[in-house]
């Protein structure tokens, strides 16, 4: 049997939110959480309200929501009482741009205040939210801002001028670009607006718009086998879940110190590194540094962290980094730790013990789900190398699709099956952008099927085996192999070409590039850094391919489909499977 550790917070730290998983469970449902964040039945549901409304009404108005550390380690800290004022300027600058309730207002930030501000504004104003990944090329940034609809867009004056500039005049639906000044003095770019200059000229009296459960609060994109990315629509009533989760998952108390490391261009940095915590009332650690594993201990002893959520890229990057730097520091206040994103094997689990005494807590979830859906709970054994069991009000199966379209529910253990939610949470997606067939497409007899394998133990416990599909997880980026080869395909030397992901011993997944010459072109390392380069300009260094292999041909089904499966297949040395739809039988 799998070892287990428990690792309970020391007594007279905290009370466990979730301490019995079948009492909870059992006594769990999605109405009484509803009453138990809005405190009663109020029919308006607003995520702003609940973030920093409600916790003023609490008392917490002096307490500080917020802590940014800059790379000379000044921190700015903001209280949920200037959160507000500063989330109520921005609502009202949405309103003087005529902006429009609903319409779509998009950051293109790192991580700084100013994220904070004008995504907690915007669903303040009832505008519907999308932070957009800093690290993307022009590329995938016009096909998110094209295919949101985002009228508003607040991002730097150099992310602006290298990433957005040379893409405007291609979107003429971004009617406002706000640009948050890294230097004062110099001129804006063309049509752009001095966000600081708009935000002084607010009030910071705003009611905060009388949402309801069904009106869109977020959009978050994220990526398919194939077609363009996927728009998630998540709605207001998502905070019941997000803050559900931060308390039962997460165990956040309040006026505890909480830090996410995920960055605010993905689910998790929105619902954990925004939402879910400030519902709690804890003061949020926000680096805006990127990952250096010095630094990384410093914010954890320093800032006194309580409570950590991370994920296995970063946890496998301080590992190789050495555990003694670990111990060249003490962890007094810290007392949970939850990973995301991409399967955390044993030894990392196990590490944390090494490291701080504790195990990392797996939790699995995705952005169509909104929110974490299965999880290691605080107060409960970790079994390393499982990602831990349903979160009470979530049913979880583990399902097949059958041969006439149906769905089986797999009854015995230890049977792989794909991942079926039973929808009812309240922050399942709403929709996928102008795409309702795939929206569609994503239940079968009444599960919503989210695409991943697993197994299940006798005692409810989930083990992650793959996707089901050939979506790319890098370093905890969701990418789409068909969005980096529609952008391969751009370069005038690229005939065919296929992309899959390669194991990564750090990042879990690379992407491989597998490219089809036209006529008249010759492999060769120049060429391959000529595409290389082309890729990154327009791609970002994140999503570009890591490595590139020039083919003769590429196989494909008969029906000329691309088998990314095969190239995979014979990349690893793994069995070939069925070939009978190979085009000419190699
Ligand atoms: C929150 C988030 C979702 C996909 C998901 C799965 C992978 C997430 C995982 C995990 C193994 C875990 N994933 N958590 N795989 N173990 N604990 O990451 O959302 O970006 O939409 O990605 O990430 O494949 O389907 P998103």
Redesign the pocket.
């Known amino acids: 049997m799998a070892e287990r550790i428990l690792h309970k917070s020391p007594s007279g730290s905290v009370l466990h939110h979730l301490t019995d998983y079948a009492a909870a469970r059992r006594e769990f449902n999605w109405p009484a959480a509803r009453r138990a964040l809005v405190g009663g039945e109020d029919s308006r549901l607003n995520m702003a309200r609940e973030a920093l409304d409600r916790q003023i009404e609490c008392g917490r108005g002096s307490q500080v929501a917020a802590r940014f550390i800059d790379r000379d380690w000044n921190r700015a800290e903001v209280t949920y009482t200037e959160l507000k004022g500063r989330a109520g300027r921005f609502a009202n600058v949405l309103a003087s741009l005529g902006a429009g309730r609903g319409a779509t207002v998009a950051t293109l930030l790192g991580r700084v205040p100013e994220l904070f501000t004008v995504g907690l504004g915007t669903l303040e104003a009832g505008n519907v939210f999308c932070s957009l990944f800093s690290a993307f090329g022009p590329e995938p940034l016009r096909t998110r801002l094209e295919l949101g609809h985002v009228r508003v867009l607040v991002t730097t004056e150099s992310l602006y001028r290298r990433k957005v500039a040379p893409i405007r005049n291609t979107l003429p639906e971004l009617r406002h670009v706000l640009i948050v000044r890294e230097s004062s003095g110099s001129d804006l770019p063309q049509d752009t607006a001095d966000f600081a200059e708009l935000m002084s000229g607010a009030s910071q009296e705003h009611e905060t718009a009388p949402t309801r459960d069904t009106d869109i609060a977020l959009l ?1 994109f ?2 398919g086998t194939t077609g363009r990315p996927k728009g ?1 629509t998540l709605n207001h009533a998502a905070v019941i879940a997000q803050h559900a989760t931060s308390r039962l998952v997460l165990d956040l108390h309040p006026a505890e110190v909480f830090w996410c490391t ?1 960055d605010p261009g ?3 940095g929105i ?1 954990y590194g925004l939402i879910g915590p400030l519902t709690c009332g804890v003061t949020l650690v926000v680096d805006r540094e990127e990952f250096d594993p010095r630094r990384w201990y410093r914010i954890l002893e320093e800032e006194r962290v309580n409570v950590w959520y991370t ?2 890229t970063a946890i496998r990057m301080l590992i190789k980094a050495g555990t003694a730097l670990a111990r060249e520091r003490t962890f007094p206040h810290l007392r949970h730790l939850a ?6 094997n044993a030894e990392a689990v196990l590490w944390g013990v090494e490291a701080f005494g504790m195990p990392f807590h ?8 909104g929110a ?1 859906m ?1 999880a290691n709970f605080a107060a409960c054994e970790v079994l390393p190398g499982s ?2 069991r349903a979160v009470p009000g979530i049913e979880a199966q583990l399902a097949r699709r059958t041969a006439r379209g149906g769905l089986e529910i797999l009854e015995s253990f230890d049977e792989t099956g794909e ?1 079926a939610l039973k929808p009812g949470w309240p922050s399942m997606f709403s929709g996928y952008l102008e795409d309702p067939e795939r929206y569609q497409a994503s239940f079968v007899d009444g599960w919503y099927l ?3 394998l697993a197994r299940r133990d006798a005692e409810g416990y989930f083990w ?1 085996i ?2 089901a599909d050939d ?1 790319i ?1 890098s370093a ?3 990418i789409s192999p068909f969005e980096v080869e529609s952008t391969l395909m751009t370069h005038p030397a690229v005939a065919q070409v296929a992309v899959i992901g390669i194991p990564d011993p750090i990042a879990g997944q690379a992407v491989k590039a597998f490219i089809e010459l036209k006529d008249g072109f010759e492999p060769g390392e120049a060429l391959n850094r000529q595409i290389m380069g082309h890729a990154r300009r327009l791609l970002g260094a994140v999503v570009a391919p890591r490595e590139i292999a020039f083919k003769e041909t590429l196989p494909r089904t008969r029906s000329g489909k691309l088998m990314r499966r095969l190239l995979r297949a014979r990349e690893l040395g793994l069995p070939e499977g069925d070939l009978s739809t190979l085009e000419g039988r190699e």
């Open positions: 978050h994220t990526s998630v995920a993905w689910v998790t619902a994920a296995p990973s995301v994103g991409e399967p955390l797996d939790t699995w979830w995705q952005t169509e789900t974490i299965i990602m831990g991942i989210a695409g991943d992650f793959g996707r979506v997880k905890g980026h969701l």
